[in-house]
């Protein structure tokens, strides 16, 4: 399966460094990997509509991703930016539930449902996080916890709604601290969420993509990225510098 690496950048950079950042890392790549390789980069909303025109008026391959979307399609919900105003800008991809919003504004499995549908109404791709705290990975308890999640957040999905789909593990232990899951701790959780998904409606190989997110960087991505059920990473601290991100999307097997 063709591999996916997601650049998040979450609440640095205005649009003039988003742009170029974005420049920097198209001008790194080789022409033709994003024939090989998804590459998708998710900058705050207010950088969304520049990248957009810059990826557009070059004819770039990359992709763009919100980092969140609203529950609402529209009225009187002040803040708040829904999927439809996402598509109208051409945005590709969304991330939604990711563990920062969980803690950060309460996100609860039934909001990122919502945004799932709201997503998939509008021909945007979810990426939708999960993952376990350190105290419930020591308890034991983060298989059964990862299931919840999952079955919760894509509760009344269906196969006709579903073009593509990203699930990504990000334990939330490792996300920022330097400390990368181990590879058997990967293995065990992907495998665990394709046997949990595989006998829904909406599963197939070519639909769901199986990713690990948590201090990814140069130097664990190639071990990560070249193991099978490994669809793709998603990067955080890493993609904020063009070289890093580059030199993880390069240490794919091709
Ligand atoms: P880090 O790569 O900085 O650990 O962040 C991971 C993450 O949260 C990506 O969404």
Redesign the pocket.
Known sequence: MKKII?G?W?LNLDHLQGIQLLQKINYSLDKDIEEKIDIVL?PSHTSLRSLQTVISTDNLKIKISSQDVSTYSDGAFTGEVSAMQLKKLNIDYS?IG???RRLHFNETDNDVNIKLTRLLENEIFPIL?FGESLEQRSEGSYLEFIKNQINEGLKGVRKDKVNKLVL?Y?PIW?????EVASIENIVEVLDFVKDLVSDKPYFSDETVKLIY?????PDNSSEILNTSIVDGA??????LDADKFVDIIKSVNL
Do not use: D, P, Q, R
């Open positions: 997601i998040n979450k998710s991330i990711h563990s920062e996080c990504a990000e490792a996300i920022g601290t330097g997110g948590g201090s990814v960087s998603l990067v955080g601290g890493a993609s």
